[in-house]
């Protein structure tokens, strides 16, 4: 494809002092834009934007053409090396060449380590450090499918391309091993990193979005309400045991990820009207939600909590817990894989199967978008009889 490289030079008047304006220039390629400075200044009478120069026969005429005849020359001879060595030439990346700034970021390696730079400032303030944690990962698959692939150690972002990112995603699931829902989530993070080179500047075409990489939706566990039953009658004697139990149990009663359970404190807690709701945003999307205490997660609340604590539930490992967890279901005879997460889906699966609407039910579980509340909540067959029930009877009363 031919290249559309334009140089064009022009004055800033927003900026102007004492009729004094500063000179800019513009480097067009394919429809990539980059500006920049020409660190001179003219008076404004003396500009022609239809000659794109300096007119007259001053000094400041002359001495500003010369600085402007130098630079188209730099920026030219930039392009022309980046032409040579790269199959795409965005403008941004002849300005960068030409200015000396950015030179590290050309590449798919060191632009990713760039952005993960700037998101490991914010870990533990707007961002979680697991999603750090896979960030690694990926930038570590990355470094040996480009060694085994490429023989290299880096490539430009311009040899980037569909295929590459369809090879990528086959290296992790055949080379690699990996399960189609962590190649979905490294691919996705993947293409996250070439969409921002794109807005950016340093790749002229966004061929990336058309790729689709599906998950494998897992059928979510649950606990029936007779299980449900079981495990919050059965006595366990083991006070540690007890404890996982219970909080486990307070999740299937409210909706509670683990995280945003271990979050709460006592200023979450509030009285509307005579019954108690907690009113607190989720730790993974900051979207609110509001939830109404029942009577069983009130017991629970009263059984551990202290009152020279602030916190709701004393802070316990994740780990522990769950294998304290494991214990309590082969106490209480549960043979499913119980985790604290199967209680949010527990929770789902109850709402909806006693007719809470799901649009309710979205806002409880703090989510953003009532699709994945559709894929949370399983109706059972129970529900399915229900409806079905109704609709027979609705029809039998207009049919006779």
């Known amino acids: 494809m031919r290249s559309t490289f334009r140089i064009h030079f022009y004055v800033n008047r927003s900026k102007k002092r004492s009729g004094i304006v500063p000179v800019m220039g513009r480097i067009t390629i394919n429809g990539t834009i980059a500006q920049f400075s020409c660190r001179c200044a003219i008076p404004e009478n003396l500009w ?10 001053s000094s400041v005429s002359e001495e500003t053409n010369a600085i402007l005849n130098t630079i188209r020359s730099k920026i030219t001879y930039s392009y022309n090396k980046l032409s040579f060595s790269n199959p795409l030439v965005t403008a941004r990346m002849v300005k960068e060449d030409f200015t000396g700034t950015g030179n590290d970021y050309k590449t798919l390696v060191s632009y990713m380590e760039k952005e993960m730079n700037l998101f490991r400032d914010r870990v533990g303030k707007d961002r979680a450090k697991k999603t750090w944690q896979k960030m690694n990962a990926v930038r570590g698959h990355l ?22 990112l369809v090879s990528f995603s086959r290296y992790l699931s055949t080379f690699k091993g990996l399960s189609q829902s962590t190649v979905w989530v490294y691919c996705t993070y993947l293409k996250s990193i070439l969409h921002s080179a794109y807005c950016n500047g340093y790749i002229t075409q966004d061929n990336y979005s058309e790729i689709k990489f599906s998950p494998q ?84 609340i009263e059984k551990y909590h202290s009152k020279n604590f602030n916190q709701m539930f004393l802070n316990a490992n994740y780990g522990t817990l769950r294998r304290h967890l494991k214990k309590a279901a082969e106490i209480c005879r549960i043979k499913k ?40 909540a399983k109706i059972v067959n129970q529900k399915l009889d229900k409806d079905f029930s109704l609709l027979g009877k609705r029809l039998e009363n207009i049919f006779n």
């Open 143 to 164: 470094k040996e499918f480009l060694h085994l692939k490429y023989k290299t150690d880096d490539i430009y972002l311009q040899e980037t391309d569909k295929k590459f």
């Open 48 to 57: 022609s934007v239809s000659q794109n120069q300096a007119i007259g026969k």
């Open 217 to 300: 939706v897992k059928e979510r566990c649950f606990l029936s309400e007779e299980e449900l039953k079981r495990i919050v009658e059965t006595p366990i004697n083991d006070p540690k045991v007890s404890f996982s139990r219970d909080v486990f149990v307070f999740c299937c009663f409210t909706g509670l990820s683990f995280v945003d359970m271990m979050s709460l404190r006592c200023n979450n807690i509030v009285t509307i009207g005579r019954e108690k709701w907690i009113i607190s945003k989720r730790k993974k999307t900051n979207k609110q939600f509001q939830i109404k205490l029942l009577k069983l997660p009130l017991q629970i």
């Open 337 to 376: 894989h119980v985790t604290f997460h199967t209680a949010r889906h527990t929770f789902a699966t109850m709402a909806l199967s006693n007719g809470m609407p799901i649009e309710s039910l979205s806002k409880i579980l703090g989510h953003t978008n009532i699709g994945t509340t559709q894929i949370y």
